[in-house]
């Protein structure tokens, strides 16, 4: 499956990109994909016509279709916890029915959401009886899942917010709660408690703080909980009328479309909210109808592909030029490689080549004046992703805005042409540098380029917009880890971690160590028990 593409990693890791453009007259039109409103130019990259039809091939050697069918239909794609893979059904606003063993799962889909949108108007009209007091900030506690996706949405979405601020606790640290609960009013505080199970150890512990300081089981009448455990919430305190769940055909890194957005909810209001199901809904019909040579999600899949396992770079950064998709760096950082970080196959075999790179990044054009340095000369090869929009949501600030778009071309510009020593040396000549002084800093002034890059683009930062941008990359992570063969959907290298802080959490407390505990845990346990007197 992989030899076609194995044959061209010579070639293409010397290959010149500006010859690409030299070559082919129309490049940037023939690497590039337009639809709904997203322009997807991949013209950037080492890609010629020869490696796209191999990475389709490989795509369909793969068999993505069929098993992104599969996944659709609500078949256990998740074999190693024996689960479907619906997170799509959150977002299915007009589809007849989604089975799990043999049950439609859309009617109590639309019933949560329905009573999230109740909920919701209710705490943004002032009619919510939480107290007597208007709501007017919202905290939600979670971490991984519960966290990382609504906050990116909430901070995505701040042109739309007429709700409660909306504010979050994650860490287990405890500076996190305090500084979060710093200043709000327990009073009109609504505080959404955001754990599938309702027994994860930081969500529980800042929960349990969070409620004290709000005024204990007095207060829990302004407490919600999205939880697929009614009865641990009622334990907790929480009736089930502010209960929302899920099936656990829904893993935690996709929630977002359905309870665990309610912060994004209350924010924007349920009729955005719904705007944003939209975005994401078409997205995925793009996803399901469109062939492989014109499919956003699997193109975006299959340049990813042929940067780590071609070209042979391991990481990829993700380069917003948009300052409210601050966080989409961190939440795709966890949707692909909790994903994807993978060693084994589905069926247990250990893979042959390394699946899933380093994802990182920051918002431009902060990151230009921090580590853009290593990425145009450094000696690793660093692919970047770069999003930006047409328009802003400042009208007053169109200055801003054109700088902001002018730096996002520059930059994937100067990735590809770089600069030569010959025109280092003539930019420092006409500066009026010579001799011995021109000779040593032009080297330093020279960029190599050649250096990868995409670029998305769209109109606006939009509801419908947000959601079309996080299904795509919901679905590149799908197509990668279905090529790799592996599963996506589960995520047991974060258990063992936990399982040990279970054991260390006693020995921390001065209690008896763990018995298999290494020499230098024991060591960094004593000097801490010691400082700590």
Request: glycine share 10%; aromatic share 8%; charged share 20%.
């Amino acid at each position: 499956m992989w030899k076609p593409l194995d044959v061209m990693r010579d070639a293409a890791q010397v290959r010149s990109i500006t010859a690409l453009f030299s070559e082919d007259a129309n490049r940037a039109g023939d690497f590039s994909l337009n639809t709904d409103g997203l322009l997807f130019d991949y013209s950037k990259t080492s890609i010629d016509a020869a490696g796209r039809a191999a990475l389709v091939q490989l795509a369909k050697d793969a068999d993505v279709a069929a098993k992104r069918d599969a996944m659709f239909a609500g078949e256990k794609i998740n074999v190693t916890e024996d689960r479907a893979v619906l997170h799509t059904a959150l977002r299915n606003l007009d589809g007849d029915a989604v089975l799990v063993d043999g049950e439609n799962v859309l009617p109590e889909v639309r019933e949560t959401r329905s009573r999230m949108a109740t909920l919701a108007n209710a705490v943004r009209d002032g009619s919510f009886p939480g107290g007597g007091k208007r709501i007017t900030d919202v905290v939600n506690i979670g971490i991984g899942g519960s966290d990382l996706g609504p906050l990116m949405a909430v901070l995505a979405m701040a042109p739309y917010h007429d709700g409660p601020r909306c504010h979050f606790i994650s860490n287990v640290d405890g500076a996190d709660a305090t500084d979060t609960l710093a200043g709000l009013d327990p009073e009109t505080t609504l505080v959404i408690v955001a754990s599938k199970t309702f027994t994860t150890q930081e969500t529980m512990l800042n929960a349990r703080t969070t409620l004290a300081w709000a005024g204990g089981q007095a207060a829990i009448e302004r407490f919600v909980a999205i939880s697929s455990d009614p009865a641990k919430c009622a334990e907790f305190g929480i009736p089930a009328e502010r209960v929302f769940g899920f099936g656990d055909w829904v893993g935690g890194r996709y929630s977002m479309w359905g309870p665990i957005g309610f912060s994004l909810m209350l924010a924007v209001g349920p009729t955005a909210f719904e705007s944003f199901l939209t975005g994401a809904q078409a997205m995925d019909q793009h996803f399901c109808k469109a062939e492989p040579e014109v499919n956003l999600p699997v193109l975006l899949a299959l340049v990813g592909i042929w940067n780590q396992q071609v070209c042979g770079h391991g990481s990829r950064a993700v380069l917003p030029y948009e300052q409210r998709l601050a966080r989409l760096p961190a939440y795709l950082q966890q949707l692909e490689m909790e994903s994807n970080g993978k060693r084994v196959a589905v069926d247990g075999t250990a893979l042959s080549r390394v699946a899933g790179p380093v994802v990182w990044g920051e918002p431009g054009t902060n990151g230009q004046h921090a580590f853009y340095q290593l990425i145009h000369q450094g000696r690793q090869v660093v692919p970047c992703e770069f999003i930006v929009g047409c328009e802003g949501h400042e009208p007053a600030l169109q200055e801003h805005h054109k700088a902001l778009v002018a730096n996002c071309l520059a930059q994937s510009e100067a990735l590809l042409k770089g600069r030569s020593e010959v025109e280092a040396r003539a930019q420092l000549a006409a500066k009026g540098v010579s001799g011995e002084k021109l000779d040593q800093l032009a080297r330093h002034k020279v960029f190599e380029g050649n250096r990868p890059s995409t670029t998305l683009v769209y109109k606006k930062l939009t509801p419908y917009v947000l959601g079309q941008i996080v299904a795509l990359y919901e679905h590149r992570v799908f197509v990668e880890g279905v090529i790799y063969g592996i599963n996506s959907f589960d995520q047991w290298g974060v258990e063992l971690g936990k399982e040990l802080a279970n054991g260390l959490v006693p020995a921390v407390s001065g209690g008896d160590y763990p018995e298999n505990a290494s020499g230098s845990t024991v060591a960094l346990l004593d000097h801490i028990l010691s400082a700590q007197g």
